[in-house]
């Protein structure tokens, strides 16, 4: 089945500092991928939408200068958080999604980690 | 705009209860299902999924859903739960805006 890798899946860094995570889909090209947050207890909330070629769509909210979305190939997404803060502490997911004969299919990655301190 | 709403927050079974999980949504168009489930520790599995046809939908382990139209529901049904079924739960809707919304989660805790 589709498989996606996303590292690190957990990170520790200082305030003021970036991280970077990457989102690669393993075994399918996606031109769509998705990058969520889950703050605890709570349910998985879309921050943006990563096109293959164009600039992310990014939700009602979502800072887009500070978190970068680079789609550069078919089976790659990256979200680097600038600048971090405590506050940005939270797990974050990427889900690729798949074309499979007219309709989508959506795979997850296991997810990130984030602490800032 | 498009909302998903699971009505239980947490849902505690003892190993061999029946479980159903709600789920309605409030779009009005044409929708694809899904049913996430998310193990301690672990990230979200796809349990079962509905496009088009029979409604009644089964997936992993024994789970299986109902699409219901007139009532916009997807609600998640298994007849025995396990101690091993302890996870959170996430009801999705895609609709033809391609977006994925998901429901709010629901934390089952079976006890053995």
């Known amino acids: 089945g589709a498989v996606v890798s996303q590292h690190p899946s957990r990170v520790i860094c200082k305030s003021g500092t970036s991280v970077k995570i990457e989102c690669r889909s393993l075994?399918?090209?996606?031109?769509?991928m998705f990058w969520y947050r889950q703050f605890p207890k709570q349910s998985l909330m879309l921050m943006a939408t990563?096109?293959?070629?164009?600039?992310?769509?990014?939700e009602q909210g979502v800072e887009k200068d500070k978190f970068l979305i680079n789609h550069a190939s078919l089976t790659l997404s990256t979200l680097t958080v600038t600048s971090a803060h405590p506050e940005d502490s939270s797990f974050y997911i990427c889900?690729?999604?798949?074309?499979?004969?007219?309709?989508?299919?959506?795979?997850f990655g296991s997810g990130t980690r984030l602490t800032v301190v | 705009a498009q909302s998903v709403s699971q009505h239980n927050h947490h849902v505690i079974l003892s190993e061999a209860a029946s479980l159903e999980l709600g789920c309605n949504y409030s779009?009005?168009?044409?929708?694809?299902l899904f049913w996430y489930v998310q193990y301690p520790g672990q990230h979200l599995q796809l349990l079962l999924k509905?496009?088009?046809?029979?409604?009644l939908v089964k997936g992993i382990k024994g789970f299986e859903a109902e699409f219901i139209k007139s009532k916009f529901s997807f609600n998640l049904r298994k007849p025995s739960v396990q101690w091993s079924d302890t996870a959170e739960y996430f009801c999705?809707?895609?609709?033809?805006?391609?977006?994925?919304?998901f429901g709010g989660g629901t934390r089952l805790m079976v006890k053995p």
């Open positions: 990563s096109n293959e070629g164009s600039k992310a769509t990014y």
């Open positions: 075994d399918f090209q996606a031109t769509t």
């Open positions: 779009y009005g168009g044409t929708v694809n």
């Open positions: 509905y496009f088009s046809g029979d409604p």
């Open positions: 889900s690729a999604r798949e074309d499979i004969r007219g309709y989508y299919g959506y795979t």
């Open positions: 999705a809707v895609w609709n033809a805006g391609n977006m994925l919304t």
